[in-house]
Structures are given as C-alpha cells and as structure tokens.
C-alpha cells in the first residue's frame, strides 16, 4: 500500500511500529512517503528516498573535499562530511604531506569507524581492501535500494559481474564502483541503470 | 481591501465573477518530480497559479552559526518571479517575500521532525512562476508535498487555503479581483489528517460569524485539497 505522511495505518495495539512510522494516541500514523511492509509482526515504510545516514562498519565510497594538515574531509553522501585523520589513512602519509598521498577529488574505500552523536562520523582505511581507487567508474544509486543490486544472496550482483566481466563492489552508501575494460564498465553500468529504473517502477507501479 | 467596496463581485444568483459559488475552490492540479536534480519537487497549478517547490538535504548548515545542535534548520526561501505578474516584480527578496518566507517556515517547522537531523539544514525553495492571488497558500501547499517527496519524515501533510470577504459574502478561495477588492482575507494552514492548525493569517475585518464561516470553509477546501496532494504522492512519477 502507498502512503503520504500522516496517514492513518491501524491501532497500535495490533502492530509494531517500524521505519518510518510512529504511534500518536495509540494509533500508528506514517511520517514518509512510500510503500508499505507488514511481516504480521511490525508495519514499516518501504521509503521513495532516503538520505544515507552513516553507522559504524559501514563499507563507503568516499571523495576528498578538502584536508588540514593531518585530516581528510571525505563526502561520503550523507548530510555530514566524514573525517578521516592522518593515523587512520594510508600508512605512507606524513604531518603536513597529505596532499601527496590523496588529494582534493580522489576517490576512496574506507569503512565508518565511528559516528558521533551529532551525526559526524569518523572513517578509517586501516582494514582489508580499503584503499584509493585509481580506477573505473563509480555510480551511485539510492541507498534503499542498494538490496535490489544485491539480490537475494548476492545473486543479482554475481551475474552482473559474470556478464560483463567487471569488479563491482557495493558500498553502504550507495556508490558502486565498477572496474574493468572499457566495454565491460559501460555495460555493467546500463544494465545497473535499467536494474534501478525497473525497481522504481515497481514499487510505484506494482500492486496497487 | 483595496478600499473599492462598490465593485459588483457577486451576482443576483449569488454566484462569483469566475461563475463559481461562495464555497467553491479554484481548480487544483498536483504533480510531483518536476525537478528531477532536486531530492523532492512539487509543482502546484492552482486556478491561474503556478508554483514549483524544491526541496534540498538535509546537509550539513552554513554558515555554522545557523546550525542547532538539537534539530535541523528549515531554510525557506520564497520568491515571485519577475514574469509572475503584469507588474514586473523587482528581482530578489523584498519585504513581502521575506515575511512569507517565515510564515512558511514556521507553518513547516511544527510538521517536519526536525529532530532527527541535528545540526542541518533542509533548503525549501518556492518559485512563484505565474501569481493570481493566494500565492503564500499554494507555496506552502507545494513545500510540504516536496518535503514528503525529498523523504523527509513528517507528522503530516500542511495543506493551506484563504477564504475572504466580498461585497459582505464569505467565499472561500479567492481570486485575484477577490483579493484585490474584497473586504478580507484569511489564509489558514491546516493538518488534514487532525484538524489542527498551524498557520494564520488575517487581513481586513471579518465578524465572530463571518470568521466561523470562513473557517469552516477552508477546512472542507483542505480535505479536497488534500486528496489531490495524496494522490499526488502515491500515483505521482516512478
């Protein structure tokens, strides 16, 4: 069922309120627009749009905006610049030199380290495969969606890759970055796309 | 309003220049997506109105001393576009704007759960591209159908709608001569899905009655009003 906010959704007694409904007066009332999902046990908001909020241990693609002497300012998509300080970068960096090892522009792979209270976060390279990208492409797609590119354990994602014989890695935040020759890149990329537009329409267009 | 209180708006049969009755609303037209680089957009064509809303964020507020530390900021700019009306508007905020930029935000702030997202900002933009009275009620009509749009979490929809007076007749949804020379003007903003109220305005003099007339029109326009932006919202663009 689609739904505006402040909708009605039934008592509250029967149901749990989940993402993007809470309870006014004993009755669940929705706060987002969007398709709804009832498991029997809680009524949650199936979003149009989400803005990615980051949490610890999350995989995201980043890019420098800027740097102090020991910091990196990483846009990783969410409201918040994530920092990503000298100790925590890659291990050639030095006090003062960090444009030398990443500048204004790179892209990286880095994980969440931490998020404050206030909603900045802290990222870290210090982990397996994270690093600067140097290569490929990266999209981005709406993080809520980031489960339809998966499939249902990994199924999706591996054919993708199968395909068009490309390295995808998906992030959190919902860049993916795609690597590989030429053909394969823009391939992976126009099935990626047509991939989010079917999802779109059927979570608009589907059973109503 | 204008002071022209001799001007023949309502005729013998009790019905209005533009042929509708005292109750009837202008037609009302919603469509969401407009600007597809935005996060959320509305366009509202409302009688001769015409209304885009963009909504942007949240992101982080600047400059910082704008920021709270407990709750986002709503940023509400509203603006006529010079081409609005027959008299060129001067580019760029004026008194008016800035007043109903405020009224705006503050008809907002009590929906949006600005809580969530401490420490930013929501931009809201409201572009007036074509004016005919009761432009403030169809901007904020298309601000909270783009909030919804952007995603962002909201207790409900703000729908809002004026009822006046001419030539001693309460009506409701005035139009531009209506506005121009009528005797009042009360634009509400109203919570379709409780009742409540959070926006208020009122121009000119209307009896206890009158008022109560006024009111009550508005609120049977917000229930319609409210299932156009309803269905804006579930059958609008993919």
Known sequence: MLVAPGDDLGSSSDLEPGHGVIVVDGRLKAVKQGRTTNDGKQIGIQPRRTAYVPRPSDLVIGCVEGMTNNIWFLDIGAPFNAILPLSLGPAKGSFGGLRTVMDVGDTVLCRIQEVEENHSSVATMKGMGLRKLKSGIVESVDPHLLGRVIGSKGSNLASLKEETDTRITVADNGRIWIDGDVDGISAAREKLLEMMETAKVSEYRGDE | MGGYGDVQMIDENGLRMDGRKPEDCR???????????????????????????????????????????????????????????????????????REISKVTAEALESVVLLELYPRSKIRVEIEIICAEAGTRCAGITAASVALAHAGIPMTDLVVSVASGKVNDVVVCDLNKEEDNYGEADLPMGILPNTGELVFLQMDGDLSQEEFKTAWDYNMEAAAKIHEEMARALKGGEA
């Open chain 2, 27 to 97: 037609p009302i037209q919603i469509e969401t997506g407009v600007i597809p680089v935005a996060d959320g957009s509305a366009r509202v064509i409302w009688g001769k109105n015409e209304v885009i809303a963009a909504v942007y964020g949240p992101m982080e507020a600047h400059p910082r001393k704008i920021q709270r530390q407990d709750r986002a900021v709503l940023d509400v700019r509203y603006n006529m576009a010079p081409f609005s009306t027959s008299d060129r508007i001067r580019p760029g905020f004026n008194r008016r704007s």
